[in-house]
């Protein structure tokens, strides 16, 4: 299995090839991703969300996690007119700043430094603070706590997407665990459960990556 996602080798490496390779500024993010280790959204990840911001025509869009700033470039080129980022790391937060600045859209990107669990619940705290689409793409283990002030911040018909949900297979099955890694699986599998039992989300949780849950505010 190919590390960052949960699906056959042959099926992702396929994907892949068929998804048109990114050029310019972009690739150069992206590059720079592989060679730093920098975790950021697969290929067929970022093409999803891509597909559901057209279709959705999803104009404002909070994303909780920055890292270098990539996800927020490409879903500004997806079509959304702003983006809200939050990140937590202090170095990450400042080049992604740069990487606004060098793509021409700090006036369309606005970051947020800091702990997401703190900044939520201050942007949550103006009612007319609404959203066409949440991205969570954060701290696993901390989902849960993410949850409650995004929903409020979810218009009605409004795209939550939780991105590595099934962290590369635990989620699924218990042979998987890693020792180290139990109690984020807890907290996935019990966030999980509470998106798709929730009255007023519509949940479909997708092997897509790392795993994909989608839900839709009723």
């Given amino acids: 299995m190919i590390d960052d996602s949960v699906n056959y080798d042959y099926i992702i490496r396929y994907i892949r090839d068929v998804i048109p390779e990114s050029d310019g500024f972009l690739k150069e993010l992206e590059d720079f991703a592989v060679e730093n280790q920098v975790p950021i959204s697969q290929p067929e990840t970022i093409k999803l969300i891509e597909v559901l911001i057209r279709f959705g025509r999803c104009e404002r869009i909070l994303e909780v996690g920055s890292a270098i700033g990539y996800s927020a470039i490409r879903m500004i080129g997806a079509g959304a007119v ?3 980022t939050i990140e937590l790391n ?16 700090s006036d369309r990107i606005n970051l947020l430094e ?4 703190d900044i939520l619940p201050d942007l949550a ?4 603070n609404k959203y066409d689409m949440i991205f969570i793409d954060a701290a696993k283990a901390q989902y849960n706590s993410f949850f409650g002030p ?4 979810l218009r009605h018909g409004g795209l939550l997407v939780s991105d590595n949900v099934l962290y590369k297979g635990m989620t699924a099955t218990d042979d998987l665990v890693l020792h180290r890694k139990r109690t984020i699986v807890k907290r996935l ?3 999980i459960k509470m998106l798709c039992e929730h009255k007023s989300l519509e949940t ?5 990556g790392d795993g994909v849950a989608l839900s839709i505010k009723r």
């Avoid at 800091?114 to 669990?117: I, V």
């Avoid at 479909?204 to 897509?208: C, H, K, Q, S």
């Fill in 125 to 128: 705290q103006n009612k007319d």
């Fill in 90 to 105: 202090h170095e990450a937060a400042a080049f992604a700043e740069k990487n606004f600045a060098r793509a021409g859209l």
């Fill in 150 to 153: 995004c929903f409020s911040m």
């Fill in 82 to 84: 702003t983006v809200d």
């Fill in 204 to 208: 479909a949780v997708l092997p897509l």
């Fill in 189 to 191: 599998r019990e966030y």
């Fill in 114 to 117: 800091g702990d997401a669990n």
